[in-house]
């Protein structure tokens, strides 16, 4: 998935989404309020996600339609990676995912 092609989906496109997870939805609505959520009275929601076959947390989500991720779990701020949402699974509030299946 690249930023710009026919096929990239802006991260704003899931925050409506019921098929996006809860988790991913709440941090989206945080990260792309005006002041990136700090006029909202709330702690930035968690959101952790598999890239490359590592765990990262998001950090950020950008105007352009991707999002920051970072390998600091306890991160606030920065990234590692700027990704298509695309390209991240395993959605959790958790740092850790277990698949229960």
């Keep these: ?3 710009g092609t026919e096929d990239f989906v802006h991260c704003d496109n899931y925050i409506e989404d019921p098929e996006t997870p809860e988790c991913l ?3 989206l609505k945080f990260a792309r309020a005006p002041a990136h959520g700090s006029e909202l009275g709330i702690k930035q ?3 952790y996600a598999d890239y490359q076959g590592k765990r990262y947390k998001l950090t950020m989500a950008s105007r ?3 999002v920051g991720i970072s390998t600091v779990m306890h991160a606030e701020h920065g990234y590692d990676h700027r990704v298509a949402i695309s390209e991240l699974s395993n959605f959790s509030t958790q740092r ?3 698949n229960l299946e």
Aim: net charge positive.
């Design 1 to 3: 998935m690249t930023f």
């Design 64 to 66: 352009f339609g991707d």
């Design 96 to 98: 850790r995912f277990r």
């Design 45 to 47: 929601p968690l959101c």
């Design 25 to 27: 939805r709440s941090f």
